[in-house]
Structure formats: C-alpha cells, structure tokens
C-alpha cells in the first residue's frame, strides 16, 4: 500500500495568511493526487484532483502543486471559513489511502 | 443538485451484521463508481471499498482492514448503494461515508461528493 504522510498535522494561523500544507507519498505517484477540507459533521470536500487541478466551485485562493512523491496544498490568503482539516489521497493505486489530515486552526 | 444520503447505521454488537445504504440522486447513477469511505473517533479518513459499473463489470475492491467481511452492491433501477458489514469488530466504529468515485478530466480517480455520513457503533 502507498502511505501518505502529511505535514503539519497541525497548524495555527491568522485570517489573511498564506498557508501550506505539505504531503510526501511512500513511493512514486505521478499526478494521482486530491485534497479535500473537512469540517466536523459536514461531508468532505474535494478542492484540488490531479494535483492542481481545482474543483468546481472552489475558490481560487486553493491551490495544488508536486508530482512524483512530494506535493503542497496552498492557500494564498486564508478566510474564516477556511478553518478545517485536510487530507491528502492518492489515486494511483488500490487501496486509495489518505494522509493522516492537518488541522488548521485560527490563531 | 447531486445528494447521496447514507442511513442503516446504529449501535451492533461485536460479531454482528449490519447494512448500510446509500440513497443517489441528480446524476447518472449508471456511469458512477460509488465508494465507502470511513471515520473512526479522532482519526482520519480511511477509504473502505468501491464498486464499478455494469460496463466495467461490477467489479469490487476493499480496504484489507475489511476484505472478507464487508461487501458494496448496488441496485440500479432504485439508485442505491449497499455496504454490507459482517463479524464486525470494535475497530469497525466509525461514521461512514457514501461518496461518487469519478475520474476528473477523464484521467483522475477523485471522490467527488460525499454524503453526510451514518454512525456505526461496534460495542458489546
């Protein structure tokens, strides 16, 4: 199986920084690789497929950058809504794993 | 507007059965792979199985955690997903998540929607 490990897994920040969030795959994956946010009691969200690909409706403040086995997760001025827990998962093979999340919190 | 909502969840002993559904709606049900995706209390996301299409032959693939004990279905005709849980064990609890497994710009494997999640307790 590929494991995901993600970096910080947790992280306080203020309304208007730029922040990044780092995932390193165990082995080689391409571009094979999502971001979701996920609030708690809400479902997942993706934001970013195929590593800077951004989803439909999410703001372009969100954005994915790496292939190979390392890749960030940037957003260039955080919102209040912004505050969330994210993964990283890699789609290049079965199983699909994610990383281990970072919370972002409001400093 | 694409909804899946998942219901079936609750309080099952260890060694128990449960089946989970997932109810599908505002897309082409027939053209989307469907997974399980699952959160136990104060972890992270651990993906739990798929299933494919009729053109790609209904074909499943599970998590190790869950082969042999778990299997995903699904019924066309009512848009439904099912994940049938078997000898469950208390590591099995967690909140389970019905989501749509497409491939973003025809290339990307991503799990697109998600529904809200049901609640499975394993606990004697």
Known sequence: DIQMTQSPSSLSASVGDR???????????????????HKPGKAPNLL???????????PSRFSGSGSGTDFTLTISSLQPEDFATFYCQQSYS???????????EIK | EVQLVESGGG??????????????????FTNAWMSWVRQGPGKGLEWVGRIK???DGWATD??????????????????MVYLQMNSLKTEDTAVYYCTTDQHMGGSYEALDYWGQGTPVTVSS
């Open chain 2, 62 to 79: 599970y998590a190790a955690p869950v082969k042999g004990r778990f299997t995903i279905s699904r019924h066309h005709s009512r848009n």
């Open chain 1, 19 to 37: 922040v990044t969030i780092t995932c390193r795959a165990s082995q080689s994956i391409s571009n094979y690789l999502n971001w979701y946010q």
């Open chain 1, 94 to 104: 079965i199983p699909l794993t994610f990383g281990q999340g970072t919370t972002l």
């Open chain 2, 53 to 55: 299409t009729k053109a």
């Open chain 1, 48 to 58: 970013i497929y195929g590593a800077s690909s951004l989803q439909g409706g999410v």
């Open chain 2, 11 to 28: 309080l099952v002993k260890p060694g128990g059965s449960l089946r989970l559904s997932c109810a599908a709606s505002g897309f082409i």
